[in-house]
T-cell receptor, first 113, second 113 residues
Framework: DVKVTQSSRYLVKRTGEKVFLECVQD?????MFWYRQDPGLGLRLIYF???????EKGDIPEGYSVSREKKERFSLILESASTNQTSMYLC????????????FGPGTRLLVL | KQEVTQIPAALSVPEGENLVLNCSFT??????LQWFRQDPGKGLTSLLL?????REQTSGRLNASLDKSSGRSTLYIAASQPGDSATYLC????????????FGTGTRLKVLA
């Protein structure tokens, strides 16, 4: 079974802190994604990566950066957390060979005070 | 710009009913369409993936159909059970194959015992 894990289920941070969210997948997938999910707005793509060290901006990249130094790991960084970044963050991965099926991690609920 | 709509936003049915969830999209040039299930506070679980060349996919009590020309997909759940209670989301992958999925906001299903 494909497994996508996220470093934390719940996280509480203060405004201005630097926040790291880690995602690891164990199926050698080329593609990895970071989304945020907010009530009434659905899932919105922040960044995605189609290979090591490669990244593309999604629909809402402002205030975020990402890092993919190894194929299995994709990190989302909030350089200076703000209260409007309080949200559920979801990581996903997919293989180009599998026709694009996306597999999701359990999510990290981030609260910025 | 691709837009994905799921109506209704919420649905309650008695146990044992067969039901249909709807997903509409505005641009028929899609790569594939995926249906997910999300339990409260959790990540998304992939249910079915339909490639653009397919018309339907089945898994157990679930059947998903795709009609690209009309911009519609349906998820049919047979003999619903209380354990089927969850939010169901559809996501459309664009033809360019960039794997940037556009998500609907979901249908929240409650199956009453």
């Amino acid at each position: 079974d494909v497994k996508v894990t996220q470093s934390s289920r719940y996280l509480v941070k203060r405004t201005g802190e630097k926040v790291f969210l880690e995602c690891v997948q164990d199926m050698d997938h080329e593609n990895m994604f970071w989304y945020r999910q907010d009530p009434g707005l659905g899932l919105r793509l922040i960044y995605f990566s189609y290979d090591v060290k490669m990244k593309e901006k999604g629909d809402i990249p402002e205030g975020y950066s990402v890092s993919r130094e190894k194929k299995e790991r994709f990190s989302l960084i909030l350089e200076s957390a703000s209260t409007n970044q309080t949200s559920m963050y979801l990581c996903a991965s997919s293989s180009r060979l599998a026709g694009g099926t996306q597999y999701f991690g359990p999510g990290t609920r981030l609260l910025v005070l | 710009k691709q837009e994905v709509t799921q109506i209704p936003a919420a649905l309650s049915v008695p146990e044992g009913e067969n039901l249909v969830l709807n997903c509409s999209f505005t641009d028929s040039a899609i790569y594939n369409l995926q249906w997910f299930r999300q339990d409260p506070g959790k990540g998304l679980t992939s249910l079915l993936l339909i490639q653009s060349s397919q018309r339907e996919q089945t898994s157990g009590r679930l059947n998903a159909s795709l009609d690209k020309s009309s911009g519609r997909s349906t998820l049919y759940i047979a003999a619903s059970q209380p354990g089927d209670s969850a939010t169901y989301l559809c996501a459309v992958g664009p033809r360019s194959g960039t794997y940037k999925y556009i998500f609907g906001t979901g249908t929240r299903l409650k199956v009453l015992a």
